[in-house]
Each structure stands twice: as C-alpha cells, then as structure tokens.
C-alpha cells in the first residue's frame, strides 16, 4: 500500500520495482485477479485491487502472452490515477489467502 500512496500523492502510478525492470505495468483482468495475487502476493497485507477501464488505458494497453499462454494487459505508460474507477481492499482469510469482492467483472 506503501506504492499506491506515494501515486496518490503524485496522481499517478509509475509502477511496482518489478513492474520497472519489465518496462511496463503488469496488470490482470478481473477473471485473472485472484490466480495472480495467489501466485505473486500470496500472504501480502495491505494489498489493494485497483479497477481501471482497459478501453481507458489506450494504445498503450497492450495484451500480452503470459501465464499457460493466457493474454494479460501490460501499461506501457504511467496510470494517471483519473483513470482508477474503483478500490478495494483485499483482506485476508484465516488461512492467508486474500477475500477477493463479490462484484469484481
């Protein structure tokens, strides 16, 4: 959460440590959300789901090979932070897996 409040502050999101090394912001859709914070956030606290529009993003949304093959969004660009249209906070259950929303599509 530290990341997102530093964007707040700024208005914008210039991506995690590993999102720099890749050169883009690596993003999921909401049916592929839960998987990655599982395999890459997996016991993280303090995790945000942060939605954002991709016909918002533009031309530099760009749908890449990743996981099994499967097409995830990659930003090549910062996000403006006008673009977020919703934020939840995603707890954890007594086992440490995160308690994803209801209403995510």
């Not at 998987?35 to 956030?41: L, N």
């Amino acid at each position: 959460m530290h990341e997102w409040a530093l964007a707040e502050a700024e208005g914008r999101f210039i991506g995690s440590p590993v999102d720099i090394d890749d050169g883009y912001i690596h993003f999921s859709t909401a049916v592929q959300a839960a998987e990655t914070a599982r395999r890459h956030f997996a016991g993280r606290r303090n995790l945000l789901l942060v939605a954002v529009e991709a016909q918002a993003l533009g031309m530099a949304l760009k749908w890449e090979p990743s996981r099994g093959g499967d097409l995830f969004p990659h930003l090549y660009d910062t996000l403006d932070l006008a673009l977020v249209s919703r934020i939840w906070p995603l707890p954890l259950d007594d086992d440490g897996q995160h308690i994803f929303p209801d209403n995510i599509s």
